[in-house]
């Protein structure tokens, strides 16, 4: 999305959007909105049914990315938007193979973007809200209309704005003033069959003085072709410490867009890990609007792309407020023919004084093919504020692997040392023990 | 030296921007507007040959198909290309000596502190002077017609070396590249050319000077310069215009072939009127510059950038040869109201090639400063080493500063390492120099020229000193 863009819509209203024109139909936009087409929300309330209604003129009057929006510049939807799917709930034996070992922790499982009751296993905790979302929608009303769907309306995004108007279920979790989750949520997204399309929607809310560390894992049974388009609301309290970890390991051939919009109140912490392990293409976009003081957030990614997967990771930190930290890092190993870019943008705004914001982007390269794109971009408005980037791409450093070598370790052992500190240096925030050795175990599988 | 405040101001408002004087010389305007005739018009007030006319057709035609791109972080009014007028020359016949022309002309340059006998006399700098539309002098040249070397007006190049012209016009900025080129590809009117022939070392600075003087006219120049196998060359732009309260369109294309061996050194101070200080007047400069390195060979780029109400400009080096180097060095600095999109490309193709970016932005008042650049590693560029560096500084709190780095990397021998760092200066900077007796506005003065040091000493001596000056100037009274 172009900067000035970005600062504009905020203050569009819905009026100014319906009088936007409508963009000529696009066969394969119609064609991707066909999928939706024998949906039915007729049991939703009307405030929900208006909400999807909103989304729709939104959709009309975008148009679907190409190579010449600069938002999408690194990233072709072919693949995505070549392909017929379908919306179908979908029934699995057992979720054995999808749990972290050793984590204790609620499950929730969502299969093909419909929530699952039988196989998720939650504890109850008072003061604690967790349902699936349909069911929020109609139990928790109040707080829904201050919260869903608050924070995603009108950012000029073709995918947010379907999953707007079409999202299937997802999950709700509201952790009540003064809690702290004695477990950490993990859900499960599951797609089952071939030409899935999944429209997971969850909303997290962390009210004042509360803390929680959530899972969400991507993952797969077999089935190729599948697209996922997920949305996740992250709503961090005043003083509230939220955690969000993101794994996302789908093999084959599958496609994610994924987008979290979160809003930080003050004194707040949000952490954020994504590990993307796999995907033919992936597309995380993160867009975190600090707007109140005294903020820490922390954003960390760790990519390792193979064959011809493709691996994007846009982020937005928007600094509203004075006296904000910010940390960044994302890295990546790139091998085969993988395509990895990063698009990190910072702003600062005019009265968002002292701010320090850091962003930083390292990736590796093992192959001639592979590629990678790196656009790490500060927007500054404000002058008393320390802000950095930095960007680095390149190889294993010879000399490190020349001196393993001279001590006696064998070059591909040498090389694989060095990618596996390389990666594991970069999830260092996720909090949850079980959850960091599952993943440094991944990396160590991945590179041995 | 201690000033009195009044003093300080009255310095300041002298200061503004010195060379917003207007010369008062007869000149032949054509009327405004812009369609095939003008540009058949412009070509046959020049004489040009024929494939120079195709040449300029061919981009107009494109140019009409071309909608303006607004991605830059500028914003402007529409431009209205019809109430530009296209061609404005000096009245009267080419003259022939220095003492022929005209004196209003003289007493211009000597404004500009461009004296073209003190500048013979003095520092050994062959000058051509670009005023309004066309080439009014380039002093030198014979002593430079004895090496070889050819520097001359773009018109004279076209009438006396056009194999040279023809073979390598376009051939960086293709006539298509983008909206602005394709318009100064079709309305050109003059510019410098230059031609340094095979293993010579251009034994002076060749420089080039750029006026803008009549009312709502565009300057559309062009320079073309070529350096044969192993030769060296350095070269100056400068450029001013008149203070005025309509915004003027500046639209230039610069074309560096640098062959097997060569080294190319372009300087730039560019001083075009910023515009007041509510940000009323002020040149639009949207300029395309690109050079061609060749095996061994190498281009570098030297800006400093602070006139001008909007710029928009990317000198890139596209290093085509095996072992060829590029470099961009950049200070940019705005104020009040000025805007600037600035960087470089560096497109790496062949083996071993090295890149440099030091870019340093200075933003106050209520300006936007922004660097844009691109590394472009292309698959077949073994061994490719970048380093960029980007800095800026804030000196209020309603300006901004950005950076859009593009990195694109297609080969894993590749090293390349970005930084880029924002920050005002610090107070216990200020308060170290103020503890040492230096007033503020001195310590400011002080730790800018510091910061832009890396940049300022790549440019040649005498341009130096004029940059350094005219930074204090852009920023005077930018911080209370």
Request: net charge negative.
């Amino acid at each position: 999305m172009h900067q000035f863009e970005y600062l504009k819509m905020e203050n569009k209203k819905l009026e100014e959007l319906q009088q936007v024109i409508v963009q000529p139909s696009n066969p394969k936009k119609d064609q991707l909105l066909e999928t939706f087409k024998s949906l039915d929300y007729s049991v939703e309330g009307e405030y929900y049914q208006n909400l999807r209604k909103e989304a729709l003129a939104e959709i009309a009057a975008l148009e679907l990315p190409t190579s010449g929006t600069e938002f999408w510049k690194y990233t072709r939807l072919g693949k995505i938007v070549n392909k017929k799917y379908q919306v179908v709930k979908g029934k699995i034996d057992s979720i054995q193979p999808f749990l972290i070992p050793n984590l204790d922790a609620n499950i929730i499982v969502l299969i093909n973007g419909f929530y699952n009751a039988e196989l998720s296993a939650i504890t109850e905790q008072d003061g604690i809200v967790i349902s699936s979302l349909s069911e929020a929608k109609q139990k928790n009303v109040e707080q829904l209309k201050s919260t869903f769907n608050q924070y995603t309306k009108n950012r000029n995004e073709l995918f947010l704005a379907i999953n707007n108007a079409f999202h299937t279920d997802g999950v709700y979790i509201q952790i009540g003033k003064n809690k702290i989750a004695e477990k950490p949520y993990h859900i499960i997204n599951i797609t089952t069959h071939d030409n899935i399309l999944a429209q997971t929607r969850n909303l997290f809310v962390a009210d004042k003085n509360s803390s929680v560390k959530i899972i969400e894992s991507f993952v797969n049974i077999h089935g190729k072709e599948n697209f996922i388009n997920s949305v996740a609301e992250l709503i961090v309290g005043e003083n509230a410490f939220l955690e969000y970890n993101k794994i996302q390991d789908k093999n084959e051939e599958n496609y994610t867009i994924s987008t979290e919009q979160v809003y930080q109140n003050a004194n707040s912490n949000f952490t954020i890990n994504t590990a993307t392990f796999n995907g033919a293409l992936v597309r995380n976009n993160l867009t975190i609007e600090v707007d109140a003081s005294n903020c820490e957030t922390n954003l960390s990614g760790l990519y390792l792309g193979k064959n011809n997967d493709h691996i994007d990771n846009h982020t937005i930190v928007d600094h509203k407020k004075p006296h904000c930290n910010s940390n960044e890092i994302y890295r990546g190993v790139l091998d085969d023919s993988s395509t990895g870019v990063f698009n990190g943008k910072v702003f600062v705004r005019q009265h968002a004084q002292k701010t320090n914001a850091f962003q930083k982007n390292n990736t590796i390269l093992l192959s001639d093919d592979a590629v990678s794109n790196s656009k790490p971009e500060l927007e500054i408005y404000a002058d008393d504020v320390k802000c950095s980037h930095g960007s680095t791409t390149g190889q294993i450093d010879e000399e490190a692997v020349f001196y393993l070598q001279s001590r006696g370790v064998s070059r591909k052992s040498a090389i694989n040392l060095m990618i596996n500190a390389f990666a594991k240096d970069t999830l260092e925030k996720v909090s949850i023990d079980a959850l960091h050795n599952y993943i440094n175990t991944k990396i160590e599988e991945r590179f041995a | 030296m201690a000033y009195s405040e009044d003093e300080l101001k009255k310095e300041l408002k002298d200061q503004e921007y010195k060379y917003g004087f207007t010369s008062n010389i007869a000149s032949e305007v054509i009327p405004k507007g812009l369609n095939e005739d003008v540009v058949r018009l412009i070509s046959t007030k020049k004489n040009e040959p024929q494939w120079l006319l195709d040449f300029r057709l061919k981009a107009f035609a494109h140019w009409k198909t071309m909608v303006e791109k607004r991605w830059a972080h500028v914003s402007y009014p529409t431009i209205d290309f019809q109430n530009i007028s296209y061609y404005a020359a000096p009245k009267g016949k080419k003259e022939v000596s220095w003492d022929e022309v005209d004196p209003e002309m003289k007493a211009t340059m000597d404004k500009l502190g461009i004296s073209m006998d003190e500048q013979k006399a003095l520092s050994g700098v062959a000058v051509d002077f670009v005023f309004d539309s066309v080439s009014v002098k380039t002093s030198f040249k014979e002593k430079l017609g004895e090496l070889g070397v050819i520097f001359c007006s773009f018109s004279e190049a076209v009438a006396e070396h056009p194999e040279l012209v023809k073979k390598y016009l376009g051939s960086v900025v293709p006539s298509t590249d983008n909206f602005y080129a394709a318009l100064n590809s079709a309305v050109f009117s003059d510019g410098s050319f230059c031609y340094i022939p095979k293993g010579v070392r251009c034994p002076m600075e060749l420089s080039t000077y750029f006026r803008i003087n009549e009312a709502n006219t565009g300057q559309f120049e062009r320079t073309l310069l070529i350096a044969d196998e192993n030769s060296y060359v350095s070269y100056l732009e400068g450029c001013t215009a008149p203070m005025r309260d309509e915004n003027q369109l500046h639209a230039a294309v610069v074309e560096l072939i640098s062959l097997d061996g060569a080294e190319i050194k372009y300087s730039t101070v560019q001083n075009w009127y910023p515009g007041d200080k509510d940000g009323k007047g002020g040149i639009y400069n949207f300029v395309t510059k690109r050079g061609i390195c060749y095996t061994g060979s190498k281009i570098s780029w030297t800006q400093v950038e602070t006139g001008s109400a909007v710029t928009w400009k990317y000198p890139s080096c596209i290093l085509k040869g095996d072992n060829s180097i590029g470099e961009f060095y950049s200070v940019a600095v705005t104020n009040h109201y000025q805007q600037a999109d600035t960087g470089t490309k560096m497109i790496h193709l062949g083996k071993n090639t090295k890149s440099t970016i030091i870019s340093k932005g200075i933003s106050a008042g209520f300006s936007n400063n922004s660097y844009r650049g691109l590394v472009q590693i292309n698959k077949n560029a073994t061994n490719a080493r970048n380093f960029t560096q980007c800095d800026s500084l804030l000196m209020s709190d309603h300006c901004g500063a950005h950076t859009f780095p593009y990195i694109e990397v297609k080969n894993s021998t590749a090293k390349i390492e970005h930084e880029a760092t924002t920050s005002k200066i610090g107070e216990d900077q200020i308060f170290y120099c103020n503890q040492r007796g230096i007033s503020t506005e001195k310590a400011i003065n002080l730790i800018v020229n510091g910061y832009c040091k890396d940049v300022l000493n790549k440019l040649p001596m005498e341009f130096a000193v004029e940059a350094q000056k005219l930074l204090e100037i852009s920023l005077e009274g930018s911080v209370g």
